[in-house]
C-alpha cells in the first residue's frame, strides 16, 4: 500500500460569490468521487486562531510540530535551493530592492526583477569575503532563487543567527542589522552582515546590468535586504539532521523515512517546499518552474508523482502552488479556475490500485483577506474499498468536509491516522 498526498496550496478559502468558496464553485468531478468513496473532515493546520506560514504548514501535515522543529525561512530556502548548506552556516531570505542615494528604500522588489538581470547581478555578488573585528574571513555566499528572491549564507567562525531583519516589509531608510541578544558572535554577525550589505551595494551600483535597467526606465537593483535568519548546525539532512531553530536553539530531526518506516518523494517546484522536504529528509524530485505557479505544467508534476509510485515509493507528497498565489492576488476567478485545472490533472491517479490518495492543504489564503487565515483546510482520504471507511460526504469542499467522518482535526493527527489505515499504528495497552 502506498500513499499519495497532494496538497494544493491555500487552498482553503471563504464564501466570495453567491455564498459560496472557490472550491463550491468549481467544477471537480476528480475531487468530488475521492471524496465520494473516502472520508472527509476539515483540519486545523496547527491549531485553532494560529495563522500558519507554507513551512510551519506543512511540518505540522508530516508530523513535525513546528513549535519545536521549525527552524525560520532562511535554512529551508537555501535547503530547498540546492546551495551547499555546511555546519555553522547562517542562512537569510534576501531580496533584490532598490535604494536611493540617501539609502531609502524605495522598492523593495526592484521592479519585481527577474530573469538574467537577477541572474547577472545575483553573480557579480555571489562570493564575498569580509573581514571581522579580529582579522578572520568571514564568507557570503549569494545565490538567485527566483524574482526578486535569493538566498544568503554567511560561514565563519563564531557566528550567530540572533540577527535582526534589515527588510523591514515597508519602504524607508535601510534599516541595518542589529545583534538581538548581547553575545559577541550576534554582534560579530551583525557587523559583518552590515559590511556586506555596503560592499554588494558598491558593486551592484555601478553595474552594466543596473545601467541597462536605468536607460529601460527599470528601477535599479541596487540593494540586498535580508530576513529571516537560522543556522545550520550539522549539515546532514538526509541522517538525523540537527539544526538551529530561529531562536538559536538546536534542533534533531528524526528523518521522515525512520519516523515512518517508509520511503517518502516529494515532487515540487518551489524552493521552499522541497526545502521542508528535504529538512525532514525526504527525497526531492524538483520540477523546474518555467511559468508562473498558476500556469504551471501540473501534467508534468502528475507524471512525476505516478513514476515515484510505479518505482515503489511508500510516500509522495505532489505540490501545487496556483491556488495559493490566486488567493494572495484576491482573484477568486483565478482560483477557481486552477482548481479546476488541477481537477483534470489528478484524473490519472483515479485508476491507482493499493494507493491511499490524500486530498488537503498547508492553510486557506482567502481571496478577501490576500493573506494566509487562521480557518482550518478541507481534507479527504481516499482508499481501496475495505480500508477506508466512507462516509456521505460526496463534495470536496470546507462546507462539505466539515460534516465528514474525519470531522475537525488537527494536521498532527494525519500522519497517526494514515499509520493507523495502514496498519502501522503501535497497540497502547494489551
Ligand atoms: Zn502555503
Ligand atoms: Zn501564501
Avoid at 531609502?104 to 555571489?126: H, T, V, Y
Avoid at 531608510?173 to 559590511?195: F, G, M, Y
Avoid at 515512518?260 to 527525497?283: E, H, N, P
Wanted: hydrophobic share 40%; proline share 4%; with cysteine.
Amino acid at each position: 500500500m502506498q500513499i499519495l498526498l497532494i496538497a494544493l496550496d491555500g487552498l482553503g478559502d471563504r464564501p466570495v460569490s453567491r455564498g459560496k468558496t472557490p472550491l463550491q464553485l468549481a467544477k471537480k468531478p476528480n475531487m468530488d468521487r475521492l471524496a465520494k468513496g473516502g472520508i472527509s473532515g476539515i483540519s486545523y493546520p496547527i491549531g485553532p486562531g494560529i495563522v500558519p506560514g507554507s513551512d510551519t504548514g506543512y511540518l505540522s501535515l508530516f508530523g513535525y510540530d513546528p513549535y519545536h522543529f521549525y527552524v525560520g525561512r532562511g535554512i529551508l530556502e537555501a535547503l530547498g535551493s540546492g546551495a551547499k548548506v555546511h555546519e555553522g552556516d547562517i542562512a537569510f531570505r534576501a531580496n533584490f530592492s532598490t535604494v536611493d542615494g540617501k539609502m531609502n528604500i524605495i522598492d523593495r522588489r526592484a521592479g519585481r526583477i527577474d530573469g538574467k538581470d537577477a541572474d547577472e547581478l545575483a553573480k557579480s555578488i555571489s562570493k564575498i569575503i569580509v573581514k571581522d573585528r579580529r582579522g578572520k574571513d568571514i564568507t557570503f555566499q549569494f545565490e538567485h532563487v527566483h524574482g526578486h528572491r535569493c538566498v544568503l549564507l554567511i560561514r565563519g567562525q563564531d557566528l550567530s543567527p540572533m540577527v535582526s531583519d534589515t527588510d523591514m516589509h515597508v519602504v524607508g531608510q535601510v534599516a541595518w542589522a542589529k545583534a538581538i541578544n548581547p553575545s559577541d558572535d550576534a554582534k560579530r554577525t551583525a557587523d559583518a552582515l552590515n559590511e556586506w550589505l555596503k560592499k554588494a551595494n558598491a558593486i551592484l551600483k555601478s553595474h552594466s546590468t543596473n545601467k541597462r535597467r536605468k536607460e529601460r526606465g527599470l528601477p535599479e537593483a541596487n540593494f540586498i535586504i535580508t530576513r529571516g535568519a537560522s543556522m545550520l548546525t550539522k549539515g546532514v539532512p538526509y541522517k538525523g539532521a540537527s539544526y538551529s531553530g530561529i531562536y538559536g536553539e538546536a534542533v534533531s530531526i528524526t528523518p521522515f523515512k525512520e519516523k515512518y518506516k517508509m520511503d517518502a518523494t516529494c515532487v515540487a517546484s518551489g524552493f521552499l517546499y522541497k526545502g521542508v522536504a528535504r529538512y525532514i529528509g525526504m527525497d526531492v524530485m524538483s520540477i523546474d518552474r518555467k511559468v508562473g505557479a498558476l500556469h504551471a505544467d501540473l501534467d508534468e508534476k502528475v507524471k512525476a508523482a505516478l513514476s515515484e509510485l510505479k518505482k515503489g515509493t511508500d510516500f509522495v507528497f505532489l505540490h501545487f502552488k496556483g491556488t495559493d498565489v490566486a488567493g494572495h492576488d484576491g482573484d477568486w476567478k483565478a482560483k477557481v479556475k486552477f482548481i479546476e485545472k488541477a481537477d483534470k490533472a489528478i484524473a490519472p491517479f483515479l485508476k491507482l490500485k493499493d494507493t491511499i490518495i490524500v486530498v488537503t492543504s498547508d492553510h486557506s489564503t482567502p481571496c478577501a483577506l490576500k493573506a494566509h487565515s487562521a480557518d482550518p483546510v478541507p481534507i479527504l482520504i481516499h482508499g481501496p474499498a475495505g480500508m477506508i471507511r466512507p462516509d456521505h460526504i460526496a463534495k470536496f469542499d470546507e462546507v462539505s468536509a466539515s460534516h465528514g467522518g474525519l470531522d475537525t482535526l488537527r494536521h498532527a493527527d494525519v500522519m497517526p491516522i494514515l499509520l493507523g489505515l495502514l496498519g502501522k499504528a503501535k497497540m497502547f495497552g494489551t
